[in-house]
């Protein structure tokens, strides 16, 4: 089942959901941009981590924020926004999971 095999209701209503949730997720992803570069205090390995994630998270909205494009250049930039910061997400996530591995205490026997 593609994009194809829905109504125009149903294409409608999946492109407003995800523009929705996108504008929640850019929200959050600008507030923890606002605080990291607003308190000195903030600006530790750990929620530099954080920030890069933020960021990523915040560029990847902004290509979803397009909704259905119908023209070949905005499609084109919509699928390569997108699919490159989707997976700087990943590996962001990845890089935060890795860090809080090598630096978990040591459990006693």
């Not at 999946?14 to 941009?33: D, K, M, Y």
């Not at 499609?75 to 699919?83: F, I, W």
Request: hydrophobic share 50%; aromatic share 14%.
């Amino acid at each position: 089942m593609g994009i194809d095999d829905l109504t125009n209701d149903q294409q409608k209503v999946l492109t407003a959901l995800n523009v929705a949730f996108s504008s929640l997720s850019f929200a959050g992803s600008t507030f923890i941009i606002i605080c990291f570069l607003s308190f000195r205090d903030l600006r530790k390995f750990s929620f530099q981590l954080v920030f890069w994630l933020s960021i990523s998270d915040a560029l990847n909205c902004l290509g979803n924020f397009l909704g259905h494009p119908h023209g070949a250049t905005a499609c084109y930039l919509q699928a390569v926004s997108t699919q490159f910061f989707s997976v700087c997400s990943f590996l962001w996530t990845t890089v935060i999971a890795f860090v809080l591995h090598r630096t978990k205490p040591p459990v006693p026997e």
